[in-house]
């Protein structure tokens, strides 16, 4: 007999989809371009981290394997706190008051959107956009409006326009609009400067909070604009959200620079998610951002560069010319387009990438389950828009050599179905 909870689970558990990124994990292949895994990491310094931590057990261990504060440890949010100001041209009106540490900072993207959204807010977003944030926006109640984004990111234009589209068909300004200004996930895509002011203007004259992710901050291979969070010199309108995960180890920690107003309700929340981050994680980057990372971060970005050059040559030399790529300067990722619209790249990865061993993300997975769109032609407001024939191809985890193979093989197999 089935207990009767089994049947009754939450609404949403029928809606919300697997992450196909979790599933593309399982699957084994030679040539795998799906998951953003870091593939350049500081093994040393951590050895190095974790000897001296193990003498600090000696006098401070009650504490470093304690339970600790909620918001994070003050020691590491100051640590923090100078470097984003030094490096990105953040001001912390409140010092490190400002900054929340966060189990990752997908507990950020998800505190946010559990603090902010009342039934049926809308969401501003690039299509496509990160899923981890795109789906949990739905999960939690909330509208997601997708607008076109180009080669070059999200679009201010656009914004504007569903912002003021969203007020007339659904009679609700936008909570909030989301955006990875540097080196997106999935299309690897960087803002211009001119793009970042224009939609921090858009964001105080509508009053719209910006949820800046900027994962991939660190990861840049030439110099990139400062956030859009460095125009937020009162911290109102923009709540900067970074992690540790991709330039540091993957300790699931994360930490942001939120809106005061936004800091109690978030810690409220976090108490209720995790009490709090693991406390020797936060004493390990602690020790990490203040003694290390400048030392060993220009060896951490030759291997990505390497990478991203090998496999943007590949594109270019095997890939259709019918289709184009993104140019990434940083981050994990391109993102590759068959013009043929008609071209399923889900289809295609099942029945004949996975079976010549080659494992990328289809680009449909980084559309939204359900809300609305608008497009570049006219002001209505549609449904979803999901467009198949793009593909997500990750450089970060997969050696010079295997990127060559795999790819060369992928491109040739796309040749015969361009
Ligand atoms: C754009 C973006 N935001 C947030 C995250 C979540 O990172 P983490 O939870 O490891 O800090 C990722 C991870 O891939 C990402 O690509």
């Given amino acids: 007999m089935t207990p009767p909870y089994y ?67 003050p020691s590491l949010k100051k640590t923090l706190g100078n470097r984003i100001k030094r490096k990105d041209n953040v001001i912390l009106p409140n010092g490190e008051d400002d900054i929340l540490i966060s189990t990752g900072s997908q507990q950020m993207l998800y505190g946010l959107l559990d603090v902010l959204l009342r039934p049926k807010d809308v969401i501003v977003m690039a299509r496509p956009s990160y899923l981890g944030f795109v789906v949990p926006v739905t999960k939690l109640g909330g509208e997601v409006l997708s607008v076109p984004s180009d080669m ?60 800046e992710d900027s994962a991939y901050r660190e990861i840049q291979f030439t110099k990139i604009p400062d956030p859009i969070k460095s125009y937020d010199k009162e911290n109102e309108w923009v709540a900067y959200l970074r992690t540790s995960s991709k330039e540091a180890a993957v300790l699931r920690l994360g930490y942001s620079v939120l809106p005061e107003k936004l800091m109690d309700p978030m810690i409220k929340d976090k108490g209720y998610l995790d009490l709090c981050t693991p406390s020797l994680n936060q004493r390990i980057l602690d020790i990490y951002y203040s003694n290390y990372i400048d030392k060993v971060l220009g060896d951490i970005l030759r291997v990505y560069k390497e990478r991203r050059d090998v496999m943007q040559k590949v594109i270019d030399d095997f890939f259709p010319s019918d289709g184009s790529r993104t ?37 449909q997975s980084f559309y939204p389950i359900r809300g609305y769109s608008i497009s570049k032609n006219d002001n209505e407001l549609h449904g979803n828009r999901i467009k198949t024939n793009g593909m997500r191809l990750s450089y970060s985890y997969t050696t010079p050599e295997i990127i060559q193979e795999g790819m060369e093989r992928l491109g040739k197999l796309l040749q015969q179905v361009a």
Avoid: C
């Fill in 152 to 211: 070059n990111g999200l679009i201010p234009e656009y914004v504007e326009k569903a912002i003021i589209i969203s007020e007339r068909e659904l009679k609700r300004t936008p909570k909030a609009v989301y955006v990875v200004s540097d080196s997106d996930n999935p299309k690897g895509t960087t803002i211009s400067e001119k793009r970042r002011k224009e939609l921090f203007n858009i964001a105080t004259q509508h009053e719209i909070l910006i949820i």
């Fill in 327 to 363: 140019n990434p300067t940083g981050g994990f990722f391109f993102w590759y387009m068959l013009n043929n619209e008609h071209f399923d790249s889900a289809k295609f990865m099942q029945d004949v990438a996975i079976p010549n061993e080659v494992v990328y993300v289809p680009g």
């Fill in 7 to 73: 049947d009754q689970l939450a609404e949403w558990t029928e809606f919300v989809p697997e992450s196909e990124i979790r599933r593309l994990l399982l699957i084994q292949v030679k040539y795998y371009f799906g998951g953003g895994k870091p593939g350049s990491l500081p093994i040393g310094t951590f050895q190095k981290i974790l000897y001296q931590i193990a003498e600090e057990l000696e006098t401070e261990g009650l504490d470093i394997l304690n339970y600790g504060p909620t918001g994070g440890l």
